[in-house]
């Protein structure tokens, strides 16, 4: 099963920027897309922005036009890039990269779904 690995998270006071990547190794073949959660303490996790295959993109209302999705498919990598980040930003982001992979285990290709371990971001002045 491929494997995330996420950077970028930190504190940032109010109107700052951050930007996270998230990239995905192990045997990839393909992916179909790619996508940023967060969940902030005591609410559920939500989908925060979307990438599917070409050059869909997808943002939940709270981000539109402060938040932008965007990935390298040569690196297996996705990005978002945070502007005017506001206190109510705060909260743990997760990617999350769904394709398929080469599976040594059964001599072929497989679908996974991987998540992220996550990273803080912090908006607070």
């Known amino acids: 099963q491929p494997q995330l690995v996420e950077s970028g998270g930190g504190l940032v006071q109010p109107g700052g920027s951050l930007r996270l990547s998230c990239a995905a190794s192990g045997s990839i073949f393909s992916i179909y897309r790619m996508d940023w959660y967060r969940q902030a303490p005591e609410k559920q996790r939500e989908l925060v922005a979307s990438?599917?295959?070409?050059?869909?993109?997808n943002y939940a209302d709270s981000v539109q036009g402060r938040f932008t999705i965007s990935r390298d498919n040569a690196k297996n990598t996705v990005y978002l890039q945070m502007n005017s980040l506001k206190p109510e930003d705060t909260a743990v982001y997760y990617c999350n990269v769904e394709g398929t992979y080469y599976s040594s285990s059964y001599g072929k290709l497989e679908d996974f779904g991987s998540w992220g371990q996550g990273t803080q971001v912090t908006v607070s002045s």
């Open positions: 990438s599917t295959s070409g050059t869909n993109t």
